[in-house]
């Protein structure tokens, strides 16, 4: 309900959409170049991804390289990816969930991981 039962005013909810929506727009490319890690193997093997969840590094420690063990290197890197992009959910929802709140919910809303 409008307090004191007025009409809304379009432009005031225009300009406040607009203002969200640039919001929104400025907190997507600061998540596409925050980086974040994730790691397995106690360090063995560490990924980095951006907060949009884009892989950009992969670093391997000699020790977890055994010819004959690849099963186990590879289940290593599955897990520091998705480590790091559970930690780059973490950072959408701290710098999206505001934002999404502002617009009505945080849920429903198409573009948005939560």
């Known amino acids: 309900m409008i307090p004191g039962g007025g009409q809304p005013n379009m432009q005031q909810l225009l300009q406040q959409a607009q203002k969200m929506q640039q919001d929104l727009q400025r907190a997507q490319e600061e998540l596409a170049n925050t980086e974040v890690d994730g790691q397995a193997g106690g360090g063995l093997v560490q990924a980095t991804v ?3 969840g884009e892989l950009r590094a992969l670093k391997i420690d000699p020790k977890a390289v055994d010819p004959e063990d690849t099963e186990t290197l590879a289940d290593l890197i599955v897990a520091a990816v998705h480590a790091a992009n ?3 959910q973490t950072l959408q929802q701290q710098k999206l969930g505001p934002l999404a709140q502002g617009l ?6 198409p573009g948005l991981p939560f």
């Open 104 to 109: 009505g919910g945080g849920t429903g809303i």
């Open 50 to 52: 951006t907060g949009a």
């Open 86 to 88: 559970e930690n780059a």
